[in-house]
């Protein structure tokens, strides 16, 4: 299939222009797509996901324009063919069309879709949308980070489906000679062809044991036939996922009878329809199934500056570094001798006392002009030093280290070290980290025994004994003990920094932008609260869509424009 061109000549009687130019507000995404589609999305740049020769494709800019306002208003596929055949404001927006410009088909998207998703910048459209945005001026040295629960658009399986349909996706996934095999050493009455649950009398636990036990033994004989053969990707791909789901919710008796473990595995497998989503927590209280969509924005203009997607159960600063690229591309590591390969960051993903989902969710107010460091005047501000904020899940001391090493003011909140029962919180041990060593409040000192991978261990258990503040200290049996990670020093530093009242009041005045924005992306007619696809590329693929289409909103809201020797600009600055 060959690049097809969008017209840029529209006829004088059958243009959407006349109709739509005093209908459809300028400072709307229509209208901002309208003037400046053909160069935001200029066929050419897709030229790359198309060959020499064959038909020609639907023009590429007439098909990102209509991906945009897709996923802005929430359409389906073939939702959004219809609006673009039948909303003149769609035409509109791609270049002032005819009103009897041709449609597509809705695979045209799906297409599109699979195309940028095997290029080398499958997220082109909202790079665009950013070059713009600081082109302009608008994207300056401080990024806040947040996520968002993103739920998954399958349902979430218990353990007697999910292990059937692990079987059943091995078995269709073999050829006809393996597949004869395989039902060969199966022993359940089931041919495992319909999905869903196998029939059992469910109110009957032995029933229920049996059945359990027997899916397990078929699974394990299918696994044990696949042991040795050269099996095919798709196989090994469900043999694989037959293989987690066994080991994952079941384990032998001493009798050898296969039953539900009665534990939650780590990294649990929810859906053999969706593999890659996972369980989540929003907060200590609120679970869910699916994804995280992570964003970091601008917070003077509110645009967002870079995207991604993680499973449900990923701590948000694991992906941190991501979301700050950027800002590490431009900084000089403080010590280039010491700064070896970035460290791996993990921390939980539950943030005490936030709720995420609060905060305004309208549209831009057109008076919310951008201050500080991108002031819409076309000229970034370089003398204002980087910094990042984001909350406890962020404050890890390793991530502290990271930012630290390339020069970036840390405005990450640390979480207050907490202790149950109103007892002794680490935070009233003294930590002597020259001397490697820990006084508790009753004055007694212990050393720290570190490990190889520098965290360490204050042990005061001799002393403990007859300590009179036992009682308010420890209700351990060995006595107290303080571990001490091997990012010690920056998490001080960070609690030292937190306190002072006008760190407080900077954090407070501009962290809560990011809930604002999510709000945007969260808003109920744009979809975004549920996945729209499966997997964890394809979710985060969408997020991005999402989040280039928000940032077009938001453009034309500042009413950025582009002025021929000026380049891309803010219009009323």
Same mark, same amino acid.
């Given at each position: 299939?060959?690049l097809?061109?969008a017209?840029?000549?529209?006829?004088?009687f059958?243009?959407?222009?006349?109709?739509?130019?005093?209908?459809?507000a300028p400072?709307?995404?229509?209208?901002l797509?309208?003037?400046?589609?053909h160069?935001?999305?200029?066929?050419e740049m897709?030229?790359?996901?198309?060959?020499?020769v064959?038909?020609?494709?639907?023009?590429?800019m007439?098909?990102?324009?209509?991906?945009?306002l897709q996923r802005?208003?929430?359409?389906?596929?073939?939702?959004?063919v219809?609006?673009? !055949?039948?909303?003149?404001?769609?035409?509109?927006?791609?270049?002032?069309?005819d009103?009897?410009?041709p449609?597509?088909v809705?695979?045209?998207?799906?297409?599109?879709?699979?195309?940028l998703?095997?290029?080398?910048r499958?997220?082109?459209?909202?790079?665009a &949308?950013?070059?713009?945005?600081?082109?302009?001026g608008?994207?300056?040295?401080?990024?806040?980070?947040?996520?968002?629960?993103?739920?998954?658009? +399958?349902?979430?399986?218990?353990?007697?489906?999910?292990?059937?349909?692990?079987?059943?996706?091995?078995?269709r996934?073999? @050829?006809? %000679?393996?597949?004869?095999?395989?039902?060969a050493?199966?022993?359940?009455?089931?041919?495992?062809?319909?999905a869903?649950?196998?029939?059992?009398?469910?109110?009957?636990? *032995?029933?229920r044991?049996? /059945?359990?036990?027997?899916? *397990?033994?078929?699974?394990?004989?299918?696994?044990?036939?696949l042991d040795g053969?050269?099996?095919?990707?798709?196989?090994?791909?469900?043999?694989?996922?037959?293989?987690?789901?066994?080991?994952?919710?079941?384990?032998a008796?001493?009798?050898?009878?296969?039953?539900?473990a009665?534990?939650?595995?780590?990294?649990?497998?929810i859906?053999?329809?969706?593999p890659?989503?996972?369980?989540?927590? $929003?907060?200590?209280?609120?679970?869910?199934?699916g994804?995280?969509?992570?964003?970091?924005?601008?917070?003077d203009?509110?645009?967002?500056?870079?995207?991604?997607?993680?499973?449900g159960?990923?701590?948000d600063?694991?992906?941190?570094?991501e /979301?700050?690229?950027d800002?590490?591309?431009e900084?000089?590591?403080? @010590?280039?001798?010491?700064d070896?390969?970035?460290?791996?960051?993990?921390?939980?993903?539950?943030?005490?006392?936030?709720?995420?989902? #609060?905060?305004?969710v309208?549209?831009?107010?057109?008076?919310?002009?951008?201050?500080?460091? *991108?002031?819409?005047t076309g000229?970034?501000?370089?003398?204002?030093?980087?910094? %990042?904020?984001?909350?406890?899940?962020y404050?890890?001391?390793?991530?502290?280290?990271?930012?630290?090493?390339?020069?970036?003011e840390?405005?990450?909140? #640390?979480?207050?070290?907490?202790?149950?029962?109103g007892r002794?919180?680490?935070?009233e041990?003294?930590?002597?980290?020259?001397?490697?060593?820990?006084?508790?409040?009753?004055?007694?000192?212990a050393?720290i025994?570190r490990?190889?991978q520098?965290?360490?261990?204050a042990?005061?258990?001799?002393?403990? *004994?007859? !300590?009179?503040?036992?009682?308010?200290?420890?209700?351990?049996?060995?006595?107290?003990?303080?571990?001490?990670?091997a990012?010690?020093?920056? /998490?001080? =530093?960070?609690?030292?920094?937190?306190?002072?009242?006008?760190w407080?009041?900077?954090?407070?005045?501009t962290?809560? $932008?990011?809930?604002?924005?999510?709000?945007?992306?969260?808003?109920?007619?744009?979809?975004?609260?549920?996945?729209r &696809?499966?997997g964890?590329?394809?979710?985060?693929?969408?997020?991005?869509?999402?989040?280039? =289409?928000v940032?077009?909103a938001? /453009?034309? +809201?500042?009413d950025?424009?582009?002025?021929?020797?000026?380049?891309?600009?803010?219009?009323?600055?």
């Amino acid at each position: 299939m060959t690049l097809g061109l969008a017209p840029r000549q529209a006829d004088l009687f059958r243009s959407t222009v006349g109709f739509c130019e005093p209908r459809v507000a300028p400072d709307s995404i229509y209208g901002l797509l309208h003037r400046e589609c053909h160069r935001l999305f200029p066929d050419e740049m897709f030229a790359d996901l198309f060959t020499d020769v064959g038909r020609r494709s639907v023009p590429p800019m007439i098909v990102a324009v209509v991906m945009v306002l897709q996923r802005i208003e929430g359409c389906s596929d073939r939702e959004a063919v219809d609006r673009f !055949c039948f909303d003149a404001r769609w035409k509109y927006a791609a270049g002032g069309l005819d009103f009897d410009y041709p449609g597509f088909v809705h695979t045209v998207l799906v297409d599109m879709r699979a195309r940028l998703a095997r290029s080398a910048r499958p997220d082109r459209i909202f790079q665009a &949308v950013l070059e713009v945005a600081k082109a302009a001026g608008l994207v300056g040295r401080k990024r806040v980070l947040d996520s968002t629960p993103i739920y998954d658009a +399958v349902a979430t399986m218990d353990t007697v489906t999910l292990v059937r349909s692990a079987i059943r996706g091995v078995l269709r996934a073999a @050829d006809a %000679v393996l597949e004869a095999q395989l039902r060969a050493v199966l022993t359940r009455q089931d041919d495992y062809a319909g999905a869903g649950k196998p029939v059992c009398d469910w109110d009957d636990a *032995a029933a229920r044991e049996a /059945l359990v036990d027997a899916l *397990a033994k078929d699974g394990r004989a299918v696994l044990a036939a696949l042991d040795g053969q050269e099996l095919t990707d798709p196989v090994t791909a469900a043999g694989e996922l037959l293989a987690t789901v066994l080991g994952q919710d079941l384990e032998a008796g001493e009798d050898g009878v296969f039953r539900i473990a009665r534990r939650v595995a780590k990294d649990r497998v929810i859906s053999t329809v969706d593999p890659q989503a996972r369980h989540g927590h $929003k907060t200590a209280a609120r679970g869910f199934d699916g994804y995280k969509g992570h964003a970091g924005i601008d917070p003077d203009s509110e645009i967002i500056t870079a995207t991604t997607a993680t499973a449900g159960n990923a701590g948000d600063a694991s992906v941190a570094e991501e /979301l700050i690229g950027d800002l590490l591309d431009e900084q000089p590591t403080a @010590d280039p001798a010491n700064d070896g390969p970035a460290e791996d960051i993990t921390a939980g993903d539950v943030t005490a006392g936030e709720d995420r989902e #609060t905060g305004p969710v309208g549209e831009p107010e057109a008076a919310d002009r951008p201050v500080g460091g *991108a002031d819409g005047t076309g000229e970034a501000d370089e003398a204002k030093p980087a910094a %990042v904020y984001g909350d406890n899940a962020y404050g890890t001391g390793a991530f502290h280290d990271r930012l630290e090493r390339a020069g970036i003011e840390s405005k990450c909140k #640390t979480q207050q070290p907490v202790n149950t029962g109103g007892r002794f919180a680490k935070s009233e041990f003294t930590i002597d980290l020259q001397q490697d060593s820990v006084t508790c409040p009753a004055g007694h000192t212990a050393p720290i025994r570190r490990g190889t991978q520098g965290a360490g261990t204050a042990t005061f258990g001799p002393v403990c *004994a007859g !300590c009179p503040l036992r009682q308010r200290c420890t209700t351990a049996k060995a006595g107290r003990a303080i571990t001490v990670g091997a990012h010690e020093e920056q /998490l001080a =530093a960070a609690r030292a920094r937190q306190a002072h009242p006008d760190w407080v009041a900077d954090y407070r005045a501009t962290r809560p $932008k990011v809930e604002r924005k999510i709000g945007h992306l969260m808003r109920r007619k744009h979809g975004g609260r549920r996945a729209r &696809v499966r997997g964890l590329s394809k979710v985060a693929a969408d997020f991005a869509l999402l989040a280039a =289409a928000v940032n077009l909103a938001r /453009l034309a +809201v500042l009413d950025v424009v582009h002025v021929p020797g000026r380049g891309w600009t803010v219009a009323t600055a």
